[in-house]
């Protein structure tokens, strides 16, 4: 069955253009360099599956035309990654939306947004209509669409990466990957892998480390994401090996 990835947004917290900054890429016209905060969209036949709800998801389903959504995962809590959760409201009308996020991040949740959780009076206002489940280590079944939690490390976090359907795996702000964890990733068909910068980060893989991890993993196609303003998407382009390429806000994975 046909499915289709679509990234979202491909940036790092600050978003590219970063607020008050003038270098090359801030003010590139190149839309490649036009970054909103990472998140995917999972497609296929009648489901859709979102990964994190990032700052700027508002703007992210406006122009991906998303009309619905059957489920979320989240890889953590931090606020690039879920902070979007209000602008799921229009797509909860009908029916609540399951979330799935690990024991910890579901407490995060619930502390960042009591509103969509506690009891309120008032009426109109709105909220989103969503249940919180806990995410254990067994695969997920959304339909037809199956999402196995990768455990992996950001900086000294525990976080998740999801393995999907079996065919692709989605990894972000991520600074280190277990080998049992690359196990369960070897040979899949599509990789998209955090890959911050050039320069070396405590809590994130640079580009070179994220090579690493590729090769590694070996799959057919690989794509960076969570690119800050130190990435211009053409250089990169000239510089990576066959089959791996810089991800955009906007681009379409089809497998």
């Not at 919180?132 to 000294?156: F, M, Q, R, W, Y």
């Amino acid at each position: 069955m046909p499915m289709t990835i679509t990234i979202l947004g491909s940036g790092t917290s600050h978003g590219i253009p970063v607020v008050g900054c003038s270098c090359e890429v801030c003010l590139s016209q190149d839309y490649h360099n036009k970054r909103t905060r990472s998140s995917i969209l999972v497609s296929e036949e009648n489901t859709n599956v979102l990964i994190d709800t990032a700052t700027e998801f508002r703007l992210q389903a406006v122009r991906d035309k998303i009309d619905s959504i059957n489920a979320i995962f989240y890889t953590h809590s931090h606020a690039d990654h879920l902070h979007g959760l209000d602008d799921i409201r229009p797509l909860t009308y009908k029916n609540p939306i399951e979330i799935y996020a690990s024991a910890e991040d579901c407490r995060e949740i619930r502390n960042r947004f009591p509103y969509i959780f506690n009891e309120t009076l008032q009426i109109g206002g709105g909220k989103p209509q969503v249940n919180l489940n806990k995410l254990s280590d067994k695969v997920a079944t959304i339909n037809e669409c199956t999402i196995e939690p990768i455990p992996v490390k950001h900086g000294l976090l525990n976080i998740l990466g999801f393995l999907i359907n079996d065919r692709a795996a989605y990894i972000t702000d991520c600074s280190y990957i277990s080998e049992e964890s690359i196990d369960k990733l070897k040979d899949i068909e599509v990789l998209i892998l955090g890959a911050l910068r050039y320069r070396e980060h405590s809590t994130h893989f640079n580009i070179d480390q994220a090579l690493n991890i590729i090769k590694k993993i070996s799959p057919k196609r690989a794509y960076l994401t969570h690119l800050s303003h130190d990435v211009n998407h053409k250089q990169l382009c000239a510089e990576l090996p066959g089959g791996i390429f810089p991800a955009f806000d906007g681009l379409k994975i089809i497998l």
